[in-house]
């Protein structure tokens, strides 16, 4: 694991993001060859399952689930309850059990952060309501592995916010079932409607609604490159969550950090895949040495993920030595990162410094892994540096105000003078005019 030194030096060679990589590998290309009957790029290639979605709902859905997906069955889309009810029992009750836990603390937090979410309000003839999001959209990858963690940590905030109806979307296996763990998991979750349409397809099914598939108000759910930029397309269609990049992990550590707890949290974020970023920043130089040789010893001994996670850390990984915490957790906040970890001494005096980070866990107990599956709050973070205008994903991403304005007489005599003389100065005669008919004359 590589260790430099200085922040202008972290700058320059570590601090780099992993951007969305456009071009296909050949076995996709062939695949969009066969489809198409062209070579497409990936946008070429997401327009195209758009527009032909769009324009012949079902029949195009199907079409894809069997010309990319592999899918060969061609019945019915929605997953029926008898088929939820029956994949209970092919998932261990152990693990029933353990997504039965997290359910219940994701939807505990969830509940809580309701309270302190917006609310509805008037006061002197002005206020908002504030209403759930009628239909929302998961969308749900994956089939050869499966995430059952992103179902919960989805559709419960979802629920807690009040969304009147889930759909999820995701792809079916060759003979069109879904997989057990998937169907449970969002049985368990409030999951109300699920449907076998994968990848573009499944998503412009739910912007775009289609003879089977009802559509959403918004659409919540990671992908591969394709969903990426299905999403990116979408916007203003229907709502999006966001566009999310490869896993960032950033653990800021001083002297009394513990090398094999700091060395565990960097081999858990360089593992999602290739792309992802795992760092560690630290003012010491003994640590840094420490946990570099731990992390080379693990990944040579045969980590699970060892070649997964040496190439993430070999491209966006390794150590800094910073000249102090403050210079650590400064690089840390203009990172931005997805998840920041505080190894340090006293981590509660620095909190108030970290001006971005999609969550932040204090201490060697607050492991990040922990926050993925069972601590409470939504895994589902920004990356890419977004998390310096955005957030976690909550009940306020489920939430929409609308304004109220109740003036009375008195009220509308004293504002309206101002307004109508902005509307002239703007040229629009006629909103000056209708505010004007209403003031008596001594006030226009």
């Known amino acids: 694991m590589r260790i430099v030194r200085g922040a202008e030096e972290a700058k320059r060679t570590l601090l780099l993001r992993a951007s969305i990589e456009p071009d296909l590998p050949p076995a996709v290309r062939d695949t969009t060859r066969r489809v198409f009957g062209a070579e497409l790029d990936a946008a070429g290639v997401v327009d195209r ?10 029949d195009a859905v199907r079409r894809f689930n069997e010309q990319i997906d592999g899918v060969s069955y061609q019945g019915e889309l929605e997953v029926s309850r008898d088929e939820v009810k029956a994949a209970y029992s092919q998932v261990d009750s152990t693990l029933v059990e353990a997504l039965t836990f997290a359910a219940d603390r ?38 050869k ?15 807690a916010a009040g969304v009147t109806e889930l759909v999820m979307v995701t792809p079916a296996r060759e003979d069109g079932s879904v997989a057990p763990l998937k169907l449970v998991a969002a049985d368990i979750a409030g999951v109300d409607r699920i449907f076998r349409a994968g990848g573009v397809q499944g998503i412009a ?24 930029i299905a999403k990116q ?16 992990t950033i653990v800021v550590a001083d002297a ?30 003994k640590l840094a040495t420490g946990v570099s040789a731990i992390v080379d010893s693990e990944l040579d001994a045969g980590f699970p993920r060892a070649n997964a996670a040496r190439t993430s850390l070999e491209a966006r990984g390794g150590a800094i030595v910073t000249a102090n915490i403050e210079e650590a957790i400064d690089l840390a906040s203009d990172f931005a990162a997805e998840h920041l970890c505080l190894h340090i001494s006293d981590a509660d005096r620095y909190i108030g410094r970290i001006r971005n980070a999609g969550c932040i866990f204090v201490g060697e107990h607050s492991v990040e892994s922990i926050g993925d599956y069972t601590a409470g709050p939504s895994h589902v973070m920004p990356t890419g540096g977004s998390a310096r205008y955005s957030g976690a994903l909550g009940v306020h991403d489920f939430l929409k105000t609308t304004s109220i304005v109740r003036l009375t007489p008195e009220i509308a005599f004293e504002v309206g003078p101002a307004g109508a003389a902005i509307a002239r100065a703007e040229g629009l005669i006629g909103h000056a005019r209708a505010i004007e008919s209403r003031l008596p004359q001594d006030k226009r």
């Open 49 to 58: 399952i758009l527009l032909e979605v769009r324009e012949q709902g079902d």
């Open 106 to 143: 994701i939807r505990a937090f969830h509940k809580l952060q309701l309270q302190h979410a917006a609310r509805s309000f008037e006061q002197d003839g002005l206020g908002q309501i504030v209403r759930a999001i009628a239909r929302v959209g998961l969308y749900i990858p994956g089939n």
């Open 145 to 159: 592995v499966i995430y059952p963690s992103t179902i919960l940590m989805t559709a419960l905030p979802a629920k």
């Open 205 to 228: 099914a739910l912007a775009y609604g289609t003879e089977s598939i009802p559509a959403v108000d918004k659409i919540c759910g990671p992908g591969n490159i394709f969903v990426t």
């Open 233 to 248: 397309r979408l916007v203003g269609t229907v709502g999006i969550d966001g566009i999310f990049g490869p896993s960032e």
């Open 256 to 285: 009394d950090a513990v090398p094999r707890l700091v060395a565990a949290d960097m081999l858990a974020g360089a593992e999602h895949d290739e792309l992802a970023t795992a760092l560690l920043l630290t003012n010491s130089e």
